[in-house]
């Protein structure tokens, strides 16, 4: 690792996050640039760039936790920023196409404050545009000539497959009375965790890594991004809409089995049965329903308990990533950890 990386104070999460989008932006709309115009006029409108006439604007265009902690991870390791921009592309690149798609499945009407983009294009469009996403993910990890790239490809796809199976479960239980914390765990780190601990590997691959460099990040990936996801699922309830683009209680109107509300089905208090009764009940739930099955599910111990998760999670996310090179002081893992932090305790 260079000096001035070892000596560098550490920069803010905040800091860090913008400076990640600095760096993966022009390669980003680089690669947006090679796609068919059918589908780069939708892919500009999700990521911001573009308004639905196709003109340029400055929108929202999501915090690139997932690019920056790849960049981090080929840091952390001994690499260089250079190295490790396509990995960084890829994984946001991947990461799009499953909110693309997951926008359409939940029918999710509004992301970072605008309209969604199938609900601007269509659902048809959107989901071409999503998979176009994927497919320009890959070429980017080949296009990069990186020795590493076969096997960051092989990872990436194996994330994905994760994804797709945990965002099948999630679709599946919102059908289902008898969903489990086990098989919810599961699903939710299926959904979440896999592509941030693929960002890890892929990011510490490209920034040259050993083996035990990417089986620790990837541990550190894959437990934030459960804990995370934990988080994520508290504000899909008691979110402010200013903050997360989403109406308030989003999840509910779902009838989303999250964690917290698994949690509360699955807790045998009165609370929970109140819960079970008005998720099984016919109509959607809308008004004084939604306040209640919040109210419920906090009175069930859902949501301190899916706090409580988080906090262990980062906890021993924390170990993993302190085992990476250790003794040596590393600007980079320091802002690993602080990311981390950021993630698993937003507001909510």
């Given at each position: 690792?260079?000096?001035v990386?070892?000596?560098?104070q550490?920069r803010?999460?905040t800091e860090?996050?913008?400076?990640?989008?600095?760096?993966?932006?022009?390669a980003m709309?680089?690669a947006?640039d090679?796609?068919?115009?059918?589908?780069?006029?939708?892919?500009g409108?999700?990521?911001?760039?573009?308004?639905?006439?196709?003109?340029?604007?400055?929108?929202?265009?999501g915090?690139?936790?997932?690019?920056?902690?790849?960049?981090?991870?080929?840091?952390a390791?001994?690499g260089?920023l250079a190295?490790?921009?396509?990995a960084?592309?890829?994984?946001?690149?991947?990461?799009?196409?499953?909110?693309?798609?997951?926008?359409?499945?939940d029918g999710?009407?509004?992301?970072?404050?605008?309209?969604?983009?199938w609900a601007?294009?269509g659902?048809?469009?959107?989901?071409?545009?999503g998979?176009?996403?994927m497919t320009?993910?890959?070429?980017v990890?080949a296009?990069?000539?990186?020795?590493?790239?076969r096997?960051?490809?092989r990872?990436l796809g194996s994330?994905?497959?994760?994804?797709?199976?945990g965002?099948?479960?999630?679709?599946?239980?919102?059908?289902?009375?008898?969903?489990g914390?086990?098989?919810?765990?599961?699903?939710?780190?299926a959904?979440?965790?896999?592509?941030l601990?693929?960002?890890?590997?892929i990011?510490?691959?490209?920034?040259?890594?050993?083996?035990?460099?990417v089986?620790?990040?990837?541990a550190?990936?894959?437990?934030i991004g459960?804990a995370?996801?934990?988080?994520?699922?508290?504000?899909?309830?008691?979110?402010?809409?200013?903050?997360?683009?989403?109406?308030?209680?989003?999840?509910?109107?779902?009838?989303?089995?999250?964690?917290?509300?698994?949690?509360?089905?699955?807790?045998g208090?009165?609370?929970?049965?109140?819960?079970?009764?008005?998720?099984?009940?016919?109509?959607p739930l809308?008004?004084?329903?939604?306040a209640?099955?919040?109210?419920?599910?906090?009175?069930?111990?859902?949501r301190?308990?899916?706090?409580?998760?988080?906090d262990?999670?980062?906890?021993?996310?924390?170990?993993?990533?302190?085992?990476?090179?250790?003794?040596?002081?590393?600007?980079?893992v320091?802002?690993?950890?602080?990311?981390?932090?950021?993630v698993?305790?937003?507001d909510?």
């Open positions: 690792m260079s000096t990386q070892e000596m560098t550490p803010p999460a860090v996050l913008a400076w990640g989008r600095g760096v993966t932006e022009p709309r680089e947006v090679t796609l068919p115009d059918t589908v780069r006029r939708i892919v409108y999700h990521f911001g760039w573009l308004d639905e006439r196709g003109e340029p604007v400055h929108a929202n265009a915090k690139a936790i997932r690019p920056v902690i790849a960049l981090l991870a080929a840091e390791v001994g260089t190295e490790a921009v396509p960084a592309v890829a994984v946001e690149l991947t990461h799009n196409f499953s909110l693309l798609h997951d926008d359409v499945m999710d009407a509004t992301r970072r404050h605008r309209p969604t983009a601007v294009f659902r048809g469009p959107a989901i071409l545009a998979d176009a996403l320009l993910a890959f070429d990890l296009a990069a000539g990186r020795p590493a790239a096997r960051a490809a990872i994330a994905v497959l994760e994804l797709i199976d965002q099948y479960a999630d679709v599946a239980f919102e059908a289902r009375h008898d969903v914390l086990a098989e919810c765990r599961r699903m939710s780190e959904k979440t965790g896999a592509l601990g693929g960002a890890c590997a990011g510490a691959l490209y920034g040259g890594g050993t083996d035990e460099d089986e620790r990040l990837t550190f990936g894959r437990r459960l995370f996801q934990h988080v994520d699922d508290l504000l899909g309830i008691w979110g402010d809409p200013a903050t997360t683009g989403k109406p308030v209680h989003s999840d509910l109107r779902n009838r989303k089995k999250s964690l917290p509300v698994v949690f509360a089905l699955n807790s208090t009165p609370a929970g049965h109140e819960l079970a009764a008005l998720y099984a009940a016919d109509g809308t008004g004084p329903d939604l209640r099955a919040a109210e419920l599910v906090e009175l069930a111990d859902g301190a308990w899916s706090q409580a998760e988080a262990a999670l980062l906890a021993g996310a924390l170990r993993e990533l302190a085992g990476t090179r250790p003794g040596v002081p590393s600007r980079a320091a802002e690993l950890e602080g990311l981390a932090r950021l698993t305790r937003r909510h």
